[in-house]
């Protein structure tokens, strides 16, 4: 986190309202109750509240330290065939990571002209140690519709298909309601960005009884604990909280939308984003300079030096005001 004043930080996906009050008064409650205990290593109510959310049951949740932890119990459970995991050329960095972490090879399936997933180019693999990719995608935003997502875990019985959903409550559409019929479909989701929670550390995988098992398995042979009991607790009340979440999400929703009329003003080419970030590049102006540009002036967003979207940036959706410093700090930079 960087220390310059006034800083319009629209660089890592964070949202930009605190989360709900409930959160901070639950965290409260469970500090007076006794930091002296081991937490509860099954975050049973946490599973509970999030299963009651998603209408599923509480053995299809397994939950973790930021949906990182999530990503990294799952990759050394489900992917390590001896045979390359598929994932989109462009996509979450991290996912690589974890993939040299454990040695699995990695093979990448080039989006199409206008930056979505082709789920036929990922089936034609069959012999794949499974699949990741996010919904919507990252760092580009476009979403997959979910007959899509269904059609490759039925082409691809016997293997994992990860679906990361870290940015999906601010448009697309969960594949949570398919884990009942695909017992192959393991999907993630993270309190960091829909629920303002990025500090608090938590994510959740939902899927089929036996991959929570698997991933169970996995998490007790590293860290019993991995939530504290001021996680469980604030996770717990931001869950329950609905109508804040929605009100926050439709809030993010509406900025991504106004932002996206005022980029596409400034002659910038902006993806269709369905995440709480937009994708934008300009036919006539460098991406990294761009970027240095608004950086001297105080407002931070995501450039990317990797092949394919190195003429792009990512920017976070801010609040009104952010929103309106980068579009006038933009609008100085293309004059
Ligand atoms: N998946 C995607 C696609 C992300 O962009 C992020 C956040 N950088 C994460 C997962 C991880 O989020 P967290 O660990 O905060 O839950």
């Known amino acids: 986190q960087p220390r310059i004043p006034n800083l319009v930080k629209l660089n890592t996906n964070e949202n930009p309202y605190p989360p709900s009050p409930k959160v901070g008064q639950a965290i409260a409650r469970a500090a007076e109750a006794g930091l002296q205990k081991y937490p509860d290593p099954e975050s049973t109510a946490l599973r509970a509240a999030i299963a009651a959310h998603h209408q599923i049951a509480p053995e299809q949740i397994f939950v973790g330290n930021g949906s990182d932890e999530v990503l990294a119990h799952a990759f050394f459970a489900f992917f390590q065939h001896g045979t390359p995991l598929l994932m989109p050329d462009v996509t979450y960095s991290f996912y690589e990571v974890y993939a040299r972490l454990y040695g699995i090879d990695v093979t990448r399936v080039p989006l199409d002209a206008q930056y979505r997933i082709r789920v036929d180019d990922f089936a034609r693999h069959a012999d794949a140690a499974g699949v990741v990719m996010a919904n919507p995608n990252a760092p580009t935003g476009v979403a997959l519709p979910l007959d899509d997502i269904e059609r490759l875990v039925r082409l691809l019985p016997q293997r994992v298909v990860l679906v990361d959903e870290a940015y999906v409550d601010f448009g697309a559409e969960s594949a949570i309601g398919l884990i ?27 899927g ?3 991959l929570i098992a698997a991933l169970e398995r996995v998490k007790n042979s590293f860290n019993s604990y991995p939530l504290d009991s001021l996680a469980q607790a604030g996770a717990v009340a931001a869950i329950e909280d609905h109508a804040y979440f929605q009100q926050t999400c439709q809030a993010v929703i509406a900025s991504r939308e106004a932002l996206a ?36 002036r105080a407002v931070l967003v995501r450039h990317f030096r990797q092949p394919r979207v190195n003429q792009f940036l990512r920017i976070t959706v801010g609040t009104p005001v952010q929103c309106a410093a980068l579009v006038q700090a933009l609008r100085e930079l293309l004059q």
């Open 180 to 206: 009942d019929r695909h017992p192959n479909l393991l999907v993630v989701h993270t309190l960091s960005k829909s629920r303002s929670l990025a500090g608090l550390r938590v994510g959740f995988a939902a």
């Open 208 to 210: 089929s009884r036996g």
């Open 261 to 296: 009329r005022d980029l596409t003003a400034l002659g910038m080419e902006v993806l269709p984003s369905a995440a709480n970030f937009l994708f934008v590049r300009h036919a006539a102006h460098d991406a990294a300079s761009l970027a240095a540009g608004l950086r001297e």
